[in-house]
């Protein structure tokens, strides 16, 4: 088995440099490196949207929450999934027409300020890195048990393979990476959920009946409750579901990688289907996997039940289909890593360097170098921080992400389009006081203390109950963009109208 999950990490491994090195020689500019272009076609970004947001989270973390805790573990597909509406009929148009590379770009156009722009870039590099740290815990889990590897030697490599990814091939490579490893993931679900049926006599009734008695749990797995005692927790981590998908840069600068906001919009179509399917899909492995690999060793071989589908395809399967599953993991892994250290790099290297540092005076040969540089930082930094963090469940991770995306970019974004009022010091505050606020309530929460040792990072009494901050740190983001503005005697809404216009049809105020 060894050998065969070796060959297949091998070719996945050897196909993804393919890629990059064909996209290297059609990555010369800024707009190259940042957009691939903006060349795709709606179907082909709405499967790289499905393949960057279908994460080692979904894949891995999902699958084990649903395992060990039944019903709590199906409110992460349940806000993943309803997640794009709110990008469908908020975000992805306006952004297109209003933006160029990053989100920045959007909120500069109304207010052309080096404040604004840099907060901007500040979010979207703090956002991402919090999400590329669950991506490495999953992918050091996944390589430890596959292969037998280090947890943190299995982080560098997954590290190292990300890096080359954006340096060399820029947003073109890592679409394609996304496109690909969205196709192999779909059907690597389909087969494993379709044995699972099978198994079950393609009966949905059949199916929850003997999962009332399959595990520990018993009857209570299919009811909520197991994992999320606290209601408000519950409300917490779904608004946060709900809401930062439309805030989380990885996602935003996907919008600027098609001509126009039509297209962006069927991107986003395409996209919800595509999820939507796999998520209903997570029922089959949750249930696969508590049914036919039980709790005790999924625990054993990760605390936080990351290993769930890969045990159940080896389960269902035998060592071939465990080693597919895990390489289609793997592939996963490095898809959605790729798009994060591009989406941070984007950020400083665009708004930070070229705008503020250079005063967009930057040539193209300097923005995309100051880009790679920004890359290997990011790595670096995403992955000191991922050796800390290996017994935590990846979609919980992620969730911690969601809701800072959501307290910290969501206020500005809306507003920016919908508030006359609003203006460069409400941008401001809204960003910093959700950016700070949602990272201070994830450091005194019970994510990071815990009296219990080896439950946490740290051991000790958290000060708050609430394991996602969401339903604090997302009111807090708004009313921190409502008071700045209000407090603030200078108005900006001499483009609002102008802005309203293209936002709404990609066309300049008529007048």
């Known amino acids: 088995m060894m050998n065969t999950a070796f060959l297949l990490f091998l070719i996945i491994v050897a196909g993804t440099l393919v890629i990059t090195y064909y996209a290297a020689k059609k990555t010369k500019t800024a707009s190259e490196f940042y957009t691939a272009g903006g060349g795709l076609t709606g179907w082909q970004n709405g499967l790289a949207i499905a393949g960057d947001y279908m994460s080692a989270a979904s894949f891995l973390g999902i699958a084990g929450m649903v395992a060990l805790f039944g019903f709590d573990g199906f409110f992460y597909s349940i806000g993943f999934l309803v997640a794009y509406l709110v990008v469908l009929y908020l975000v992805a148009e306006p952004l297109r027409n209003l933006g160029k590379y990053t989100m920045a770009d959007m909120i500069a156009a109304r207010f052309d300020n080096k404040k604004v722009?840099?907060?901007?870039?500040?979010?979207?590099?703090?956002?991402?890195i919090f999400y590329m740290i669950a991506q490495l815990v999953g992918a050091g889990a996944l390589i430890k048990l596959l292969l037998g590897l280090e947890y943190s030697t299995s982080v560098l490599i997954v590290g190292a393979l990300m890096t080359v990814y954006v340096v060399f091939g820029g947003m073109t490579a890592t679409s394609w990476v996304q496109i690909i490893k969205c196709v192999l993931l779909m059907a690597g679900t389909f087969i494993i959920s379709l044995i699972v049926f099978a198994k079950f006599d393609f009966n949905l009734l059949h199916m929850f009946d003997a999962m009332a008695t399959a595990t520990p749990l018993k009857e209570a797995f299919l009811n909520p409750g197991n994992k999320f005692t606290n209601g408000l927790d519950t409300i917490s981590l779904n608004l946060a579901l709900v809401l930062g998908t439309a805030g989380l840069p990885h996602i935003l600068i996907r919008f600027f990688t098609v001509k126009d906001a039509p297209t962006a919009r069927k991107s986003v179509v395409v996209a919800t289907w595509v999820i939507g399917v796999f998520y209903v899909m997570t029922i089959f492995l949750g249930f696969g996997a508590a049914a036919f690999v039980g709790k005790d060793v999924i625990v054993q071989a990760n605390a936080a039940g990351n290993m769930a589908a890969p045990l159940l395809a080896k389960a269902l399967g035998g060592d071939f289909l465990f080693a597919f599953v895990s390489a289609v993991a793997f592939a996963t892994i490095l898809a959605v890593v790729a798009g994060l250290v591009l989406s941070a790099a984007s950020a400083f290297a665009h708004d930070f360097y070229s705008h503020i540092l250079r005063k967009g005076k930057a040539t193209e040969k300097e923005q995309v170098r100051s880009a790679k540089l920004a890359s290997i930082g990011v790595a670096i930094i995403s992955i000191i921080l991922a050796l800390f963090a290996q017994k935590l469940n990846?979609?919980?991770?992620?969730?911690?992400?969601?809701?800072?995306?959501?307290?910290?970019?969501?206020?500005?974004?809306?507003?920016?389009?919908?508030?006359?009022?609003?203006?460069?010091?409400?941008?401001?505050?809204?960003?910093?006081?959700?950016l700070i606020s949602s990272l201070i309530l994830v450091l005194v929460s019970p994510n990071v203390w815990d009296p219990v040792a080896g439950k946490a990072i740290l051991v000790g009494d958290p000060l708050i109950s609430l394991t996602n901050p969401g339903i604090i740190s997302i009111p807090i983001g708004f009313v921190g963009a409502i008071a700045g503005t209000l407090l603030s005697s200078k108005r900006n809404d001499e483009k609002y109208d102008e802005i309203l216009v293209k936002a709404n049809t990609g066309m300049q105020e008529v007048v």
């Open 394 to 434: 990846v979609a919980f991770l992620v969730s911690l992400a969601f809701a800072v995306a959501a307290s910290a970019n969501l206020p500005v974004l809306v507003f920016t389009v919908f508030w006359r009022r609003f203006n460069t010091a409400g941008a401001v505050t809204g960003m910093l006081v959700g």
């Open 117 to 128: 722009r840099g907060v901007a870039a500040l979010n979207s590099i703090t956002i991402s």
